[in-house]
């Protein structure tokens, strides 16, 4: 299995200097493939064999309290690293060992932390939140982290960190504030903010291929490239049903 993984790694990198990211826990080909085959057979599971509804109240208050302080870290730590190595908004260098490597493998790791969120959906019977969109990014944002800590982990991975970590600490803050009530007003403006988020990391892919200002492998950012402009397309078609799609009497 690491074998294909290695391939995969081989063909990322084709046409650039960048060497394979180091050899960090979890971090396999094979420990991720795992780690995510567990998670889609609970999905299938879950959604096939009926069970009781469970709150969990207790269980969700102590995680969404524990994301915001993660996603909080994160972000305020990739910030300190940027500032410390002079990293510029784009056309930032690749060095090795990395100043950024640490922070994207436990960046890395939040990912696996991110599957309670369906694991909660299930297990309180709330199918109307488990959506293609929802499992999609779930499943593929893990992969995706898995092919940056190998391939992408120059300076520039910094500002992905910054804006997806900024992004989730208000969004944990929203599903904390909504285990109280229902009355948020700013709920819509958080999809806002998410789409903000996609365009923004795109704007630096593009310029990073159409400058060639980098290191970073033009493989990897391609296809990053065309996975984020897939996620901008499913939380705009999100937003245009749930706040703008007019409701028939």
């Known amino acids: 299995m690491d074998e294909i993984?290695?391939?995969?790694?081989?063909?990322?990198?084709?046409?650039?200097?960048?060497?394979?990211?180091?050899?960090?826990?979890?971090?396999?080909?094979?420990?991720?493939?795992?780690?995510?085959l567990g998670y889609l057979s609970f999905v299938l599971i879950g959604s096939l064999v009926p069970h009781p509804s469970l709150k969990l109240y207790h269980l969700r208050f102590g995680y969404n309290l524990t994301q915001m302080m993660v996603c909080s870290y994160m972000c305020i730590e990739a910030v300190m690293i940027a500032v410390r190595n002079n990293y510029s908004?784009?056309?930032?260098?690749?060095?090795?060992?990395?100043?950024?490597?640490?922070?994207l493998w436990f960046f890395y790791l939040s990912k696996i932390l991110d599957f309670c969120d369906t694991f909660f959906i299930i297990l309180g019977n709330k199918w109307n939140q488990l959506s293609f969109l929802h499992v999609y990014h779930h499943s593929t944002i893990f992969l995706i982290?898995?092919?940056n800590l190998q391939t992408n982990y120059g300076g520039d991975v910094y500002l992905t960190i910054v804006l997806n970590g900024t992004i989730h600490a208000i969004m944990?803050?929203?599903?904390?504030?909504?285990?109280?009530?229902?009355?948020?007003?700013?709920?819509?403006y958080l999809t806002t903010a998410q789409l903000i988020?996609?365009?923004?990391?795109?704007?630096?892919?593009?310029?990073?291929?159409?400058?060639?200002?980098?290191d970073s492998p033009p493989r990897v950012t391609k296809f990053y490239l065309a996975y984020i402009a897939s996620l901008f397309a499913l939380f705009l078609h999100f937003y245009i049903h749930s706040y703008t799609k007019k409701k028939t009497p």
């Open 89 to 103: 908004l784009v056309c930032n260098s690749y060095t090795n060992p990395s100043p950024l490597a640490d922070l």
């Open 197 to 214: 988020q996609f365009n923004s990391m795109n704007a630096q892919a593009i310029y990073l291929l159409c400058t060639s200002c980098s």
């Open 172 to 188: 944990y803050t929203y599903y904390f504030v909504s285990m109280h009530t229902s009355d948020i007003w700013w709920k819509k």
């Open 145 to 147: 982290y898995w092919l």
């Open 5 to 36: 993984g290695e391939r995969i790694i081989a063909f990322a990198l084709e046409g650039s200097t960048v060497a394979p990211g180091p050899d960090f826990p979890l971090a396999k080909f094979s420990s991720a493939l795992y780690i995510l």
